[in-house]
């Protein structure tokens, strides 16, 4: 509820003053008078006399009198007594009660003459002076053709240009799903919002996971990893992940426990910007349905393959009860990429997002990548991304989303300028590379200690990198507007 004001007059008087001793608060470039403006004036004097008093501040002090509101009329009045015009001396002016002068500035800034009209230069300048506050004034003013965010950026730079940032970035997000900057913040609300609406349409993507693994989620630390590996070869045997835990929790190590799923926005970004109208996608690495899903509501077909039956058996399941109809899975090996699709098949989008060597460890199935001693696992999959390239049609985009990860002594491998390599070699050219940023999660939690021990930072990313295949002039002539889902809460 508004408040409510208890409101007096500050009218003092109205009689008959000198005009010709009147001061003025503002400076002659305040308002403009044009030539067409002054004409009508000089008429309007000349035709009707003065129907109007000045609007004036007497400064108790002294008795200096400002004229608030008036200032083209003395001029003109000036004027006309050049012209040999007969002009009175004392005319009648309003007195303005004022507590300062910075009052009764902001008065100028607020009477608005019918013939003159405030320049925004004259304004600023005028604002600036008596520090008034433009954000409370604009409201009171007239202001004719002002462009008021150009006004407010140059009375409060900071201010204004927030503001004009948050316009363009709402514009952005209607063109294009996200404003397509070289970072992708999935920390911000648009994002989330966005995030939460696919999800509320049933995407699931760890189905086709054992406990274990889905316990073992891409939030858990490698120091988890490195003590599974530990366990492994002193007795010989697999861990339980109950084990894990337990021995975890005795170290003092942090286990990651909530569940993710590859995130649908940066799914859509990428299909929506990379690929053309209703084209075949290409995911070598499909882990769980999220990507063959997004696909199919957006009208794509896709075609995902992974080694693990299990997970390509809950993807078909999830995708049927959803009626995602366009996306598809395959189990195999993509090392044999070229016999497990059909001679015929090329793609319109490769995307994927490949096992990070052995930071998490889907399977113990032959082939797994993440099973892979290094240098094997580089190999395979330098393999795999040629192999997918091959398959890729001329004019097309290939987008994988990767992260770095450190070796035994905490180094980090290059894995990511490793894979820009690998897509180099196979005929590709690096396009766009975007930083994902990943919202913190457990970070804050494990980063202490391996700063304080290690002086490791905290990784909140990963790289997503674009290639291209073919002559990049004809994106413009392939790759029609971006077209935004509408996308309802309830959906
Ligand atoms: C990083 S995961 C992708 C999952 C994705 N991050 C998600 O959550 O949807 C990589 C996937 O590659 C699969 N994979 C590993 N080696 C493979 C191979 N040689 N051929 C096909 N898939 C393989 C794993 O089973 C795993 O599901």
Redesign the pocket.
Known sequence: METTLTLSSRVLKTENVNWRDFKFIQQDSFKDLDPDAAHRLKASILANNFTQPFYVWEVPENGTIFCLDGKHRTLMLEQLIKEGHTVPYLLPATFIHCENKKEAAKLVTIYSSIYARVSQKGLFDFMKEYELDFTELKDQMDLPEFDMLEMMEMLNPTDAAATQAAEARSSLQEKFIIPPFSIFDTRQGYWMDRKRKWIAMGLE??D??PEELFMA??GQSSGIYNLRNRMREATGQDPSWDEILKEAKKRGLHVYTGT???DPVLTEVVYSWFNIPGGVILD????????GLVASELGFNYIG????PE?VEANIQQAMLLGAKQAEWIT??????NELLPESFRADLIF?????ADL?V??D?E?????MEYDEFLK?YQQ?IKQSCGRLKDDRFACF?VGDIRDESGIYRNFVSQTIEAFLESGMLLYNEIILINVAGSLPVRVGRQMANSRKVGKMHQNVLVFYKGDSKKIKENFPEIEVKEMSENA
């Open positions: 993507s760890e086709g996971r989620k891409s993710s799923i590859f070598p690495f499909a882990g769980g349905s999220v990507r393959i992974d080694i693990r997970q195999g090996d993509s090392s044999q990429l994927t997002c490949p096992p990070y998490e889907y399977s199935l082939g797994d990548l993440s099973t395979t795999i989303v």
